[in-house]
C-alpha cells in the first residue's frame, strides 16, 4: 500500500469535504491500487500555497474510465466516499 499526496484546489478540496463532490479528476500517473492512502492537500492557486488544510482517504475500489482510472475512496473519519478519476 502506497500513501500518495495529492494537490487539490480549494473549490474542489471543499467540496469533497463536506461530501457534494464524490469524484476527483487525476492523471494516472502514480499507480493507484486498492488499499492505498490518498492525503488531499488543499492548494491555493492564486497565492500559490497550501492552506494547511487536508483530507485522508483511503481508496477503496478501482475502475476503469478510458485513457484514465477510477478510484472510489473512502475518508478515512467521515462516511461519504470519494471517487478519483485519475
Known sequence: MTEHILKC???EFQAIRAGRKPFEYRKNDRDY????TLLLREFDPAGGFYTGAMGNHLCSRLGLRAPARL???RHRTE???LWILT
Open 9 to 11: 484546489w480549494p473549490d
Open 33 to 36: 491500487k486498492v488499499g492505498d
Open 71 to 73: 478510484c472510489t475512496a
Open 79 to 81: 462516511p461519504h466516499r
